[in-house]
């Protein structure tokens, strides 16, 4: 089943879910013109918790070419690559996602989304714990001995 968000712009991206290697974790691809530039990888601790794994919004997407001529000795493109790779972060996927998120887990009878902000993930981006403030998770933050920066809820 195909479903579609809207990032703050009003452009449309599939969200498309899909089966990871495990029975029990499932995989939301974002995609737009065909190609994915995101992705939620979570599965139901019970029945009543959606648990996010892990995600991602590329910030580095090569979109397909408008027209591709291939000869035997060179392969050209327009637009080149360059001029297709695109980011896509801070276009408000991630929070059309949360709103998606919540809307299936709804559908489903869960009761809340939950999920934790790894080292690596804070490393990269140390406002994550804010984001998700921002979007209505409760944030209880974490210290250097445990596994995770940040656990979030968020009631659905």
Known sequence: ???????????KYSVIESDCDSEDFKRFNIEYRGRRV????YHFEGADVLYLDDWHIED???LPPWFSFDLFFCFVSFPPLSWRTVNFQK???G????????DYARSKCAKRIEGEVKHHDFKDNPDL?????????????????TSWVAKISLAV
């Open 38 to 41: 995101g992705y939620t990888n």
């Open 1 to 11: 089943m195909e479903n579609i968000i809207l990032d703050k712009y009003g452009k």
């Open 95 to 102: 929070t059309a996602m949360i709103k998606f998120l919540a």
């Open 129 to 145: 714990p804010n984001w998700y403030r921002r979007r209505g998770f409760s944030v209880v933050m974490g210290d250097e001995k």
């Open 60 to 62: 580095d997407a090569i």
């Open 91 to 93: 276009r408000g996927i």
